[in-house]
């Protein structure tokens, strides 16, 4: 099941950042680009469930196993891409930071997570859903097409502050 969060959710989402994190300094590759202690972090979370954005899946029992914010923020870089599905941006959602706990992943919940995140915009009135990834982030990067989404552009972020990089934005009609 994917829902809103809770408060009593919040362990368990800032869990799956650092077990992301975690994973990938075990293995020495980084799908994310994130950097832990800078981004994402238990306040991360917090914020996003105070904006009433924060989405997680869980299981009947309550077991917490991805997350997401839904909303409607698109970053200032998203004016430099040549966006084909035309939308005022009140007609625009935006999926950030989807995450799965690694040991879930490839079980097609990150899937299930954006059929929900479409579902839930097109109930909000929204005619586009955008995403951004790292470009080195092949798991993502392989995954949104496959699901209809059409890379629109790349440009470089000045991710959340702390480092320069090149994100691909992907884009679906609603």
Known sequence: ?????TAADL????????????????????????KK????????ARQIL????????????????????????????YDAIPWSIPAA?????VIHTLTIHPRRSGRGLASQMIHFAEDTARRQGKTALRLDTWVGNLPANH??????YRLAGSAEFFFMGYTRSILNCYEKAL
């Open 37 to 44: 202690g800078s981004y994402p972090t238990a306040d991360t």
């Open 89 to 93: 941006k009140e007609q625009v959602a």
């Open 143 to 148: 995954l949104y097409p496959s699901l209809g």
């Open 11 to 34: 362990p368990a989402v800032a869990a799956i950042y650092d077990a992301i994190l975690d994973r990938e300094a075990e293995r020495g590759v980084s799908y994310t680009n994130w």
């Open 50 to 77: 105070e904006a009433g954005t924060l989405y997680v899946g869980a299981d009947e029992d309550g077991t917490v196993w991805g997350s997401m914010n839904l909303n409607g923020c698109q970053l200032p870089e």
């Open 1 to 5: 099941m994917i829902r809103l969060a």
